[in-house]
């Protein structure tokens, strides 16, 4: 267990905007995700004014979420190593301990995101081969980790894997090839490659499959509305400086099919969304909205559900979003941190603290 090294005064804020919250969370709510302290990785649990509670890790982790509740283990979570990834590891958030730690087989890499299966009886990782890149879908054992069989994601860089509502697999596949002995270095940016692929999660077969018009647009991250419209972060990778700072972030997919929010101009966010999240509308769905992290832009940005109406909210190397209802958190450069918790704005830093990629709000 960690108890971080952040000034009291830091607490003492975060600890005053915590008092804001609405009356069904807990009076200690916290935010489910991974981090960085002096150069140590941690997951575990940021409680908002108290202390973390996190299991140190070799290598930073991407995701980190609850054990599905079927599976019989409260307070468990779950978090998937950062691309090229080699460890699984399901620890208590309780008592900030390892339970199971899980190598990858040799000829995988984790991709950096997992899903369990609608009922909990199966765990999806998103994996690349370590001969080839090509990408493929683990169905694991959600308990033990181990790999039971693997399928093709219908393309190289599977990066999310969403479970739908009907229990197939939608897979945002970032068209990028990495291999072990180059690193994250990206070595077929002139054919990229990337698609949602739509997967029956029995048989790995490809149902559907769609493509952004821009080929040099790499579809990374998913976040689902109520009403089906999928909402699709994107990172440019345009060779040209000024086509990625001012590409599209946003993508929605409904049954209409695959279709990019254009920005406005002159606005450039970057070309790099971090992550997104549906959420909805405090007082009415006319104003439900996706929230895009635009990282290298230094902003927070969002579109109605419908991909109108485009707004920004400053943000130092914006990351990591968290959402409960209307309610959300995102996190920026050194712990900054920004919010809408009960209708009060938090604009708060935590010193020295980065909170990695993603995060899942804990009520």
């Known amino acids: 267990m960690i108890n971080s090294n952040l000034r009291r005064r830091d607490w003492l804020a975060l600890a005053a905007a915590s008092m804001a919250l609405p009356a069904n969370a807990t009076s200690a709510p916290g935010l489910l995700t991974s981090w960085v302290i002096d150069d140590q990785a941690w997951a575990g649990v940021w409680q908002l004014g108290s202390t973390s509670r996190g299991v140190a890790l070799p290598k930073r982790a991407h995701e980190v979420q609850m054990l599905h509740a079927a599976l019989g283990h409260p307070g468990q979570a779950l978090a998937v190593a950062r691309r090229p990834g080699e460890y699984l590891l399901r620890f208590d958030t309780r008592s900030a301990r390892a ?20 009922d909990g009886s199966a765990l999806y990782t998103t994996e ?37 509502p009907d229990g197939t697999l939608l897979v945002a596949n970032g068209g990028l090839l990495n291999l072990p002995e180059t690193g994250r270095t990206k070595l077929n940016l002139k054919q990229m490659d990337s698609s949602i692929a739509r997967l029956d999660a029995a048989t790995g077969t490809l149902r559907q499959a769609w ?15 109520p009403n089906g419209t ?9 060779a040209d400086a000024a086509a990625r700072r001012s590409a599209p972030l946003l993508a929605l997919l409904d049954a ?8 406005p101009e002159p606005l450039a966010l970057g070309g790099y969304g971090g992550d997104v999240a ?31 109406d485009p707004r920004q909210l400053a943000l130092p190397e914006a990351g990591a979003l968290a959402a409960y209802g209307p309610d959300w958190l995102a996190s920026g450069a050194q712990g900054g941190v920004r919010g809408e918790v009960a209708t009060r704005r938090l604009d708060r830093l935590l010193a020295d603290v980065h909170w990695d990629n993603h995060g899942k709000w804990l009520v």
């Open 99 to 118: 339970v199971l730690w899980h190598d990858i087989e040799d000829d995988r890499v984790l991709c950096g995101h997992a899903s369990y299966a609608l």
């Open 128 to 164: 690349t081969s370590t001969d080839t890149g090509a990408g493929f879908i683990a169905v694991r054992d959600p308990v033990s980790l181990e790999k039971i069989r693997e399928f093709s994601s219908g393309g190289l860089d599977p990066h999310m894997v969403l479970v739908e």
């Open 211 to 225: 493509r952004a018009s821009d080929p040099y647009l790499s579809l990374r991250h998913l976040a689902r509305a």
């Open 230 to 238: 999928v909402a699709i972060a994107m990172q440019a990778e345009h």
């Open 256 to 263: 209409n099919g695959l279709r990019t929010i254009a920005l």
């Open 278 to 308: 549906f959420v909805p509308g405090r007082n009415s769905p006319a104003d439900d909205r996706f929230v895009v992290s635009a990282t290298r832009a230094g902003q927070l940005a969002w579109w109605s559900a419908q991909g109108g």
